[in-house]
C-alpha cells in the first residue's frame, strides 16, 4: 500500500510521515511511536501542522472508503490516524457532535 501518496494527498511529503509508515505497516509499533511522532509535529512550523493534520484525516477517509476491503487493515490505519489527531490536536476534524435534545 503506498501510505506516503494517502497521507499526502500528492502534496507536499512532510518528514514527519515517514514516522507514520511503521505503524501503519505493524500496529504494534505504533505504542512506542506516539511520543516521538507527537514531538515532531509540535515542531512544525506554519502550513506543516495543518497539512500534516490533514494528512491523518486523510488516513481516516481512505480507511473509510477501504473499509469492506480488507476491514482489519482499515481499522488500524483509521486508529493510528484517530488517536494522533486526537493526541496533537486535542479532537478530531471528522468528528461529529451528538446534540441533545434537552
Known amino acids: 500500500m503506498d501510505y506516503i501518496r494517502i497521507i499526502s494527498g500528492n502534496g507536499e511529503v512532510l518528514d514527519i510521515y515517514h514516522m507514520l509508515i511503521p505503524c501503519l505497516e505493524n500496529i504494534e509499533e505504533f505504542p512506542q511511536s506516539i511520543e516521538p511522532i507527537y514531538l515532531a509535529a509540535i515542531t512544525l512550523e506554519g502550513d506543516g501542522l495543518d497539512h500534516f493534520r490533514f494528512g491523518l484525516v486523510r488516513l481516516q477517509v ?41
Not at 473499509?67 to 476534524?93: A, H, T, W
Open 62 to 102: 481512505y480507511a473509510d472508503i477501504h473499509r469492506y476491503e480488507d476491514s482489519d487493515e482499515m481499522q488500524k490505519i483509521k486508529y493510528v490516524g484517530q488517536i494522533l489527531e486526537k493526541i496533537i490536536f486535542g479532537n478530531l476534524m471528522l468528528e461529529t457532535e451528538v446534540v441533545s435534545s434537552e
